[in-house]
């Protein structure tokens, strides 16, 4: 891996499309499930005195969650949709503009007129861009409002679900206006597209008691396939289904649109795949596919989950993605690793089962590590690593850059990253790592983003 960008923009800043080739991993939240500020914190001397001071400062964290975007190679650029800054009008042309206004119903309903026209999909300024999505929890909409704005994210292209708590999935419904669909004569919706989701049948049984009318909104295509030929064999096999049943509904009269109209209300529709959570496997998601490669021979992002606990008997989805990602068992001797990165996001851990820990440890390397850091050192907990939990798999797995996510109060930022730096520095002192084996042990924030290889 060649080139390492990171970069803090201030909030509502706009942010720029990641070149061919690479790829932009933003933090959207870095938080605990509570968040930072905790309700009933404050003036205790702990992180939220500063988060509620400095509503834009580092210590203030919204829940886990992660947004990779890779620029698309599949649509056009849309050059000069930039437009100036309008010149000022009378107060005699701004009424007369108000006249022609559509009434209410009618601008509510055109608001999503966006996924229809030549403009659809998302772009950052002319740049055709992909959005997938980790974890959309209870804090979704302050994160996007604080983080995901700067990206002008018009839909989700991705969503993968890591566990079913609820800082994982209660922002959910928020989805519906980052989803492609459209109102039709009779005032109900049709979906243009499902968001494709990446989830554990156990997580599935969370959402169907939790909000089961986005359940009943969505559709299911089953396990997830680890390869292109096999995921478009699955989808061709869904959509002939899915058609058979619109066309016997059409013919009997009923909804319009079929099997792609959820009625009157507005809400979020996904489309299921199914994620082991046994046995790491490789993942195929089509929208990688798309993205511009800057010449890489192989056009999807190569994506694998596998399963970490989050409290005994309890599974949390864990990742490694990016075109650099190899095996040592399967690397033949004398041929060189791919090019790219190879990023490894765990969110929420107390322990790392048997084989997670076997297929971690026969990644050829380890660019990004993203891990879970509930507590400062020499605190523990049963559900969450806390430091020392991050440090100890840092030092088996030897990741070149560490980024601590999923914080508490007890953790203060500028603290804890003096101390995460001298614990580094020691280790290199005493010989335990190799100067450069590691190059960073940090904290992750609300709005960091990384500009690295695919």
Known sequence: MSVF????????????APPAGFMTLTVVGSGVSTGIPVIGHYGRGCACDDAVANPSGLNNRNNISMLLTLPRGDLP??????????????????????????????????????FTTDQAGNYIHDKPVAHILIDCGKTFRDAYFKVMIRWNIRAVDTL?????????IAGLDDLRDLQMMHMISTGE????????????????????????????????SGPAMPSPAEHAAQLSACLEERGAKSLAAVQNGEKEGGWRNIGVRRST?????????????????????????????????????????????YISMAYVFGRGTAFKSKLEDGVSPPEGSCVVYISDVSAVPRDSMLFLQDLVRIDILYVDCLGPQKRSSPVHYCADDMLALTLALRPRYVYGVGMHCDVEHHTMRTTLQQVLDGYVATGVLKQGEVECIDLAYDGMYITIPQ
Request: some cysteine; aromatic content about 10%.
């Open 5 to 16: 960008s990171i970069n803090a923009a201030p909030l509502g800043a706009s942010a720029t």
């Open 77 to 114: 650029t849309l050059s000069g949709r930039q437009k100036s800054a309008p010149e000022t009008s009378s107060a005699a042309q701004q009424a007369e503009e108000a006249e022609a206004e559509p009434q209410s119903y009618q601008c509510w309903n055109t608001s999503h007129a966006c």
């Open 160 to 168: 993968l679900l890591t566990h079913g708590h609820a800082d994982a």
């Open 189 to 220: 919706w049709v979906v243009d597209s499902f968001i494709p989701t990446y989830l554990s049948y156990t997580t599935m049984e969370t959402l169907q008691r939790a909000v089961d009318y986005i359940v009943r909104n969505s559709v299911e």
């Open 269 to 313: 529709a996904l489309d299921f795949f199914y994620v082991d959570d046994v046995k790491p496997k490789r993942v195929h998601l089509p929208i990688t596919a798309t993205a511009d490669t800057g010449g890489a021979t192989e056009s999807e992002l190569p994506f694998y989950s596998f399963p970490v606990e989050h409290g005994r008997g």
